[in-house]
């Protein structure tokens, strides 16, 4: 998983993408593909 300081790039790499908020940080996952996954915060 990285860590980024902005999830824009995370997000339009796969259109299979979603920004999910878990516990105060936003994350990017992939269901399709599970390597495309980002947090931040």
């Known amino acids: 998983m990285r860590v980024r ?3 824009r790039s995370a ?3 796969d259109k299979n993408c ?4 878990r ?3 936003v ?3 992939n ?4 390597r495309m996954k ?3 915060g």
């Not at 979603?18 to 908020?21: E, P, Y």
């Not at 269901?31 to 599970?34: R, S």
């Open 5 to 7: 300081n902005s999830l």
């Open 11 to 13: 997000k339009t790499r």
């Open 18 to 21: 979603r920004v999910v908020r």
């Open 23 to 25: 516990r105060g940080r």
């Open 27 to 29: 994350y990017v996952i």
């Open 31 to 34: 269901k399709k593909n599970p």
């Open 38 to 40: 980002a947090r931040q």
